[in-house]
């Protein structure tokens, strides 16, 4: 078995460490481990192909590779390497006919469609256009490409003219830009007048000169397709026929910093005539958009609530002849992410958050029935063809790790291996979910984390994680960023809780957060801290340290003034605040999704300023005691870098020990491999100092 997984790691990545004694997570395996993502089935369902990409030795610099699995053979052979080393793609997708693979790659100098025999070779370049292709479907029949590109509106489909206009910008001694509405700077990028846009081109048939024309679809609608800053080519989709595309698509004007009315319109994809809105009735979120095999209905995902981003996305079957709309599943309360219609279609794919799991399920569309197919674990991605399908599946002991089996079910079929075979000589500390009663007597679910080297009988200092968003969950999944594998990995116990607000538990349980940040979550986090406690002896609650992020990073300053015993003490040895929202009310107006607060804190500041001030940490901070590490980014549009500024400026001048780890270069996450390094190592280092390990 050791020689296996030895060969394995020669094969599949540098091999990060020597395979010596057992030890825990550390932040340099959690950097270098390969990551493989992008499923992808042969039409038939006979090969997978997938994204992996690999750290160098020094933990620089990432690149990512395609690799294929020939289902037939059924030997424990590795996957094979599709792209030749030193190719750095993504984006996979099969030709219609399976013999080739296209994908994206900045080879060139900026980013183009290639293809690549399935069967080997050399990858032929497609496309040459003046601007980076930044995401793409190919037609059914294989002959046209839609992709998305950055342009400005008045340039249309003349990429030189976006690429001169850039290059003149450059060029200009003056550097002021005038604004005259929102989005002034979304998530870490500041406007420059460009959309993202949709355009389709031919396809070369044989060998020959990449294209590099285009005609434009959606010049004419100012918005964006697909969506800034995290949209993709799930927001679009081509009809059956070639003959036109639906794309989902926020119009909002000068609202846009406010709205989340996205809607769906369908283009010619000849790029003449006007665009339809499918779905003008619904002034909420309509998107995700797949056809039937025979284009009469258009399946798509849609939320009920304006200006809400964390409703709930139901199920939506729109007859677009008639324009009859029908509701699925309508009483399973979970929010469905993207979709895909089975092969017959009588069935839909979709994963959803449950009760702190990711699973994969499957909705009959004739009874509406909802059925796990993948239970166990967070499911990351998924692909269909035929009776095959091919998925990535992560846990908080292993990163992602591609499966395969059949529709009918038959037994999984490990395509790359897990983290522990990756990392033979590392032990991940075992995880465990319990519940308790928290905030108006609701069961409140919860995730501990066993240090690595657990023995019974013996108490561990504790990292107490809370999870941001607010809506989101710390759930039985693998992260990059926030992983308690690698607080396990320093001899820590780890206790995270799905506190009211939390996603996976039926939409009324995340909106109960609404107007209420400081109140339900609070209670559950600290009768879920005292629960923890009582059922794991092991939890040593005389060192523990509390560390969020962005809503986490809220509750971190929150809680340092409303979670103090009667002598005005703290329970924490030492607190780290991540990019955390520090003053509600100035958060407000500085923020850029305007949506979000607006929601949360019940209207605009100028309405109901009450709303931002009830729960603000800033009106607290004469009572904080707790020594805390405050993190913050330069590029951080979402919480700005003021906030967590002035965290630091009140805790400097209540005298209260503290530290700050700034980035001038990441944005709401630190995204870097050395930068991720560095905020590992200074949080443990500060965990060290005041819990011990």
Known sequence: MKSRLVLLCLLLLPCLDSLAADRGLDVRDLVGLDRVSSPVLSPDGSVVVFAQRSMDQERVKASTGLWMRNLRIRDQRPPSRLTADGWNVNS???????????????????????????????????????????????????????????????????????????????????????????????????ADGRRNRLFVAPLPVTLGEPVATAVSLTHAIDGDAPSMPFGDASEYTWAPDGGSLVASIRAAGRAEAWSTNFDLYRFNADGTGAAVNLTLANPAWDTGPVFSADGSTLYYRATNRPGYEADRFGLRALDVESGALRRIADGWDRSADSITLSPDG?????????????????????????????????????????????????????????????????????????????????????????????????????????????????????????????????????????????????????????????????????????????????????????????????????????????????????????????????????????????????????????????????????????????????????????????VASQNDFRVPLEQSLSAFTALQRAGIESRLLYFPDENHWVLKPQNSVLWHDTVNDWLKQHIGQ
């Open 346 to 630: 009588k069935t839909l794919f979709t994963t959803a958050q449950d009760v702190g799991l990711h699973p994969l399920f499957a909705i009959d569309l004739d009874s509406d029935a909802v059925r796990k197919v993948v239970g166990e674990g967070s499911v990351s991605a998924f692909n269909i063809a035929g009776d095959t399908l091919a998925f990535t599946r992560n846990t908080l002991q292993t990163g992602d790790q591609l499966f395969t089996t059949t529709l009918a079910g038959a037994p999984l079929r490990s395509i790359t291996p897990s983290a522990s075979e990756y990392l033979p000589g590392v032990t991940m500390g075992a995880a465990e979910q319990f519940s308790f009663k928290g905030a108006q007597g609701a069961t409140v679910y919860a995730y501990v984390v066993k240090p690595w080297n657990y023995v019974e009988g013996r108490k561990y200092p504790v990292a107490f994680l809370v999870h941001g968003g607010p809506q989101g969950s710390f759930g039985d999944g693998w992260s990059y960023r926030w992983n308690p594998q690698t607080y396990a990995g320093q001899g820590y116990a780890v206790v995270m809780i799905d506190f009211h607000g939390s996603t996976g538990y039926g939409q009324a349980f995340t909106d109960s957060i609404r107007e209420d940040w400081g109140g339900k979550p609070l209670e559950d986090l600290q009768k879920g801290w005292a629960a923890a406690q009582k059922q794991y002896p092991f939890l040593d609650g005389d060192k523990a340290c509390a560390l969020g992020a962005s809503y986490g990073g809220y509750m971190i300053n929150w809680m340092a003034g409303n979670w103090l015993d009667r002598s005005g003490k703290s329970p924490w040895k030492c607190a780290v605040t991540h990019n955390g929202v520090m003053d509600t009310l100035s958060m407000g107006l500085a923020t850029e999704e305007l949506w979000f607060t607006e929601w949360e804190f019940g209207g605009t500041v100028h309405a109901n300023p009450q709303g931002y001030e009830k729960f603000n940490p800033a009106r607290h901070i004469h009572k904080w005691n707790t020594p805390t590490l405050v």
């Open 92 to 190: 996979p997708a099969f030709s219609p006919d399976g013999k080739a693979v296209y994908f994206l790659s900045a080879r060139s100098g900026s980013q183009q469609l290639y293809s690549v025999p399935l069967a080997g070779g050399v990858p032929q370049q497609l496309t040459a256009f003046a601007l980076d292709i930044g995401n793409y479907r190919v037609s059914p029949d294989g002959s046209r490409l839609a992709f998305s590109a950055r342009t400005f509106a008045d340039c249309s489909a003349d990429f030189s003219c976006t690429r001169k206009r850039l290059d003149d910008s450059k060029a200009k001694q003056s550097t002021g830009i005038v604004h005259d509405r929102l989005f002034v700077r979304h998530w870490d990028a500041w």
